[in-house]
Nanobody
């Protein structure tokens, strides 16, 4: 079992920056592919960025060049550095951890943190 806790959300002006953190407990963090997803009001949840256990990253086109995903396995923590924020980045941001072990697939979600970009 993995518990994920997000932090770092808040209100920021357009053009500003925020750094989200996702701290995990309860399992071997380094084995998991980690990701950030977001869900705006009235819209479906969408992928923001992912990072594999080997450090390979993938970004949605809408955040490419503005957001950076990273992980610190020693701290069981994943980060999302968000720069040049836009009002359309407003959403609840969720962290995700998934892996496929000999005992089966595992997929965990955090409870989300609100990011609001507004002047």
């Amino acid at each position: 079992q993995v518990q994920l806790v997000e932090s770092g959300g808040g209100l920021v002006q357009p053009g500003g920056s925020l750094r989200l953190s996702c701290t995990a407990s309860g399992s071997i963090f380094s084995l998991y592919t980690l990701g950030w997803y977001r869900q705006a009001l009235g819209k479906q949840r969408e992928l923001v960025a992912t990072i594999t256990s080997g450090g390979n990253t993938n970004y949605a086109d809408s955040v490419q060049g503005r957001f950076t995903i990273s992980r610190d396995n020693a701290k069981n923590t994943m980060y999302l550095q968000m720069n040049s924020l836009k009002p359309e980045d407003t959403a609840v941001y969720y962290c995700n951890a998934k892996t496929l072990l000999i005992t089966g697939p595992y997929n965990y979600w955090g409870q989300g943190t609100q990011v609001t970009v507004s002047s």
